[in-house]
């Protein structure tokens, strides 16, 4: 499996998804700078997390105009898979790949800390190899992940299967005491409507290996691998 | 003595020095005498202004350095200690580690967010301008007491600054501390650590070489914020301290992201000749500093300074403290290769002079000359007072028969590990990126982080800790404490300690009892760190803390690194299984004075705090550190702040296991068996296959060893109190935080 990653001015998870797609992938990704012309031909184009430009204008929305960005859009205009965290989540939003919006989360406050995720759709490149239903462990690190939508939007995406993953508690309920952010029916990722396109808050490949406290984020990984090869 | 003036100087707008002028600069008679001597001449505005600064507390350390001098800084493993931006130490395989603390107390308090932010970045600085990647970052907090009307004001504003700096420029925050006590209601304190590593074939130093080698200046843009900063963190709190927001500094996290990867980038190369970052004093001590370090002198020319305001002077250019910015030495000839890379990241990239055979740091501006001061004298003359000071009489030992024994074991436990100095930190925590980089092995809550070092399997654990209420009771013994402190939490994590770097909060040095506290930590930790052979590398001090004559207790913050060369080692305080083995590691005596128990249970704060015997320290800590080396302990923690049963408590709240201890006091009372805060102690949790081995190992080692219970269900017994569910206990440990900081 071919990626890329997409680098800008103070993305910081970077080299977290890149150690993360050359240890699963057993390939090297290409890092495309955020003034790079071209990204190469590949299978996947992964947008990191971090506070690209900042944040200091909406999170993601500087990120979401640069030029590199339309190759991005291209790539995912012509099928391309396209992965976005945390930052890189809220970056989709922002170029409308990905409906809704990223808003402040509801307690005002920075939050990090491992959460319980739902697997609400395995039927997807970034799901498969999880059972519907699965609950797992991924750590959450942002200011800005209380995803909202309007209710026509959050119907379509409930309705299309296009919830990827749901924040629950450890029963596997979605409570108001295991939503980190106050984001709209739990929401932690969606999908785009031809399922080439994820977005989500959490941080799947801070957990790939046990030493990290956990792998709960490997089958996030194990499921593109099946998907694209 | 008639000042001379010299032709080149620009007289014209350089205002009559007059007395009022050099005090309002913070210079005494003395001082200035000697800046005359210096000169050979009246200084103009710009150099007053330079003097100033280079001989404020805060950047000549003229009351303390006498004394730090005795601090043992040696070790076959230490590469660099102080003197440097920060210390570095050996990790083996070409590696290093590179790490100091320091204080942005004074800032802090006037403006929480900023002052907070901007100590961050200071520090990351320091340890990325040596050529490392900041690896972690950690810190140590005081506060005034929750209920003064500032505390909840204060304390949301520095933990969010930490957070806002630290998350965004992508270093995790892996843990630090957090106090509360009145001592602190006017002078809050925020220290801040960071830990980076780096090949030791590129490490960088500040020492500039190479007459006719360019300077370099990148960043950020120079303004108007932070004139005086330096000067301020050297003088008492007022009332009218408020003012003094303006010279708080403004932190961009964004540009410092930007400006680690161009320094790491250009390190990469061959081009850097030297490097220091502009720190406290701006361009001021990074100039002398790298000039008087390499023997050499600079000639700048302002102009040519990136300038964020108009109109500005070179009196403003050399005394901004604005932030992310850098001085660099290049080899001749390669401007252009090094402008690429700071264009690249968008980055400000000026040559602003050059390095000459003067000696002197020689300033033009308009085509005048405004400064031609030697170097050498200004930073090696500067005044060294050996200020009065009174030994601290310690306070008298209490003992446990003259505590009282709670109505309820139970009870008493659940309001200690409920109150505010015992409480669960995850409100702070989790406004902190502690896994950004996914090397973090040890998350906060733990007796230290771990943090791996990317791509091998080694790791370094690091600790923040003091005592401040041991240090005010007895100097020596609580400077002792927090070194000790610091190497038990790295050793229970089962890391090597190598070397410590210190952050010294005190009050006003020219109060012969304020020095008293001073040189009696000094002491203390000089012990310490000779006995346990934990040398000080790095260090910052931070002295006036005091507000209208009122100081804080003495806060010698110890920042600790330790090594594991096998990370897959590591333990942390969470029992594995039910059916573990607790075992008991040194002596109880049940020493209460100056304990959390006195002051949260019985209200007071009296008597002498616990001992610390070194030898005993060192025999315990290398014989706990051994077993976990060799696989033989699933768990362990360290006994502190509140003593056994607090330690208990803590280890049960982390696995979400009960345990069932044996209480076994002799004649120890109940209470001081269960809360007194006596030194060198360890609680093991091993299995039962490896139970009689520690024993038996201990017996040989004669390190008191002592089988206290096991764990298993979903309750602490301890003895005949009425057993607390894990339930209870963190419904206790977790609430007080979050319900203290909602404001309704």
Partial sequence: M???????????????????????????????????????????????????????????????????????????????????????????????????????????????????????????????????????????????????????????????????????????????????????????????????????????????????????????????????? | ????????????????????????????????????????????????????????????????????????????WVIHGPGENAGVIDIGDNQAIIFKMESHNHPSYIEPYQGAATGVGGILRDVFTMGARPIANMNALRFGAPDHPKTRHLLSGVVEGIGGYGNCVGVPTVGGETNFHPSYDGNILVNAMSVGVADQDKIFLSAAA???????????????????????????????????????????????????????????????VAIQDMGAAGLTSSSVEMASGGGVGFAFNLDRVPQREEGMTPYEMMLSESQERMLIVLKPGREEEAKAIFDKWDLDFAVIGEITDTGNLTLTFKGEVVADIPTQPLADNSPEYDRPWVKITPKTELKA????????????????????????????????????????????????????????????????????????????????????????????????????TDCLNFGNPERPEIMGQFVGCIEGMREACEILDYPVVSGNVSLYNETNGTGIYPTPAIGGVGLLTDSSKMVSLAPQAEGEILILIGETKGHLGASLYLDIIEGREEGSPPPVDLMTEKKNGDFVRAQINNDKISACHDISDGGFFVALAEMVMAAKIGMDITVNCD??????????????????????????????????????????????????????????????????????????????
Avoid at chain 2, 668 to 677: M, Q, R, T, W
């Fill in chain 2, 401 to 500: 028969a003259d505590v009282a024994a709670p109505q309820d074991m139970k009870q008493a436990l659940l309001k200690m590990i409920g109150s505010p100095n015992l409480c669960s930190r995850d409100w702070i925590w989790q406004q902190y990126d502690s896994q950004v980089m996914a090397d973090t092995i040890q998350k906060p809550g733990g007796d230290a982080a771990v943090v791996r070092i990317h791509g091998t399997n080694k790791a370094v654990a690091i600790t923040t800790d003091c005592t401040p209420r041991y240090c005010y009771a007895d100097p020596v013994e609580g400077g002792k404490q927090a070194v000790a402190e610091t190497w038990r939490n790295l050793t229970a994590v089962g890391a090597l300690p190598m070397a410590i």
């Fill in chain 2, 210 to 272: 190479g007459i006719g080698n360019p300077v370099i200046y990148v960043g950020s843009k120079t303004g108007r914020d932070g004139i005086h900063g330096a000067t301020m963190a050297s003088a008492e709190f007022t009332e009218d301290s408020e003012e003094k927001r303006p010279t708080v500094q403004v932190g961009d996290p964004f540009t410092e992201k930007l400006l680690i990867e161009a320094c790491l980038e250009l390190m990469s190369t061959d081009m850097v």
């Fill in chain 1, 2 to 229: 071919k990626t890329a990653v997409i680098v800008f001015p103070a993305s910081n998870c970077d080299r977290d998804m890149i150690v993360a797609l050359e240890k699963i992938t057993g390939h090297k990704p290409h890092i495309i700078w955020h003034q790079d012309e071209d990204i190469p031909q590949v299978d996947l184009i992964a947008l990191p997390g971090g506070f690209s430009f900042g944040d200091y204008l909406r999170c993601g929305a500087m990120a979401a105009r640069s030029p590199v960005t339309r190759k991005v859009i291209e790539h995912a205009d012509r099928g391309g898979n396209v992965i976005g965290i945390c930052n890189g989540f809220q970056v989709l939003t922002e170029t409308g790949l990905l409906p809704g919006a990223l808003m402040r989360n509801e307690s005002l406050k920075f939050v990090c800390k491992d959460v319980k995720l739902r697997v609400e759709n395995n039927d997807t490149p970034f799901t498969n190899a999880y059972s519907e239903g699965q609950i797992i462990t991924v750590p959450v690190a942002h200011h800005d992940g209380n995803y909202f939508a309007d209710e026509d939007t959050l119907k379509a995406l409930e309705d299309e299967g296009r919830i990827a993953f749901r924040y629950v508690d450890d029963g596997g309920q979605t409570t108001k005491a295991s939503n980190p952010n106050g984001s709209r029916n739990n929401i932690a990722g969606i999908i785009s409507r031809r399922k080439n396109i994820l977005g989500m808050m959490p941080h799947p490949e801070r957990l790939i290996e046990d030493a990290q406290g956990g792998a709960g984020g490997l089958g996030f990984f194990q499921s593109m691998i099946n998907a694209i090869n």
């Fill in chain 2, 667 to 744: 004649d120890v009372p109940l209470h001081a068996c269960a809360f007194g805060e006596d030194q060198a102690r360890y609680i093991l949790s091993v299995t039962p296959e490896n139970r009689d081995q520690i024993l038996i190992a201990a017996q040989k080692e004669n390190v008191t060893a002592q089988v206290i219970g096991k764990t298993g269900g979903q309750a602490l017994t301890f003895g005949s109190a009425a057993p607390i569910s894990v339930a209870e206990l963190l419904d206790s440990h977790q609430s007080w935080m979050p319900n203290y900081m909602t404001i309704d």
């Fill in chain 2, 1 to 76: 003595m008639t000042p001379k003036t010299t032709p080149d100087i620009k007289w014209n707008n350089t205002p009559e020095i007059t007395d009022a002028l050099v005090k309002e600069h913070g210079l005494s008679g003395e001082e200035y005498a000697l800046c005359l001597k210096i000169l050979g001449r009246r200084p103009t505005l710009t150099e007053l202004g330079i003097f100033s600064v280079m001989w404020s507390e805060h950047c000549s350390y003229k009351s303390s350095k006498l004394h730090l001098k005795s601090l043992p800084t040696k070790a076959p």
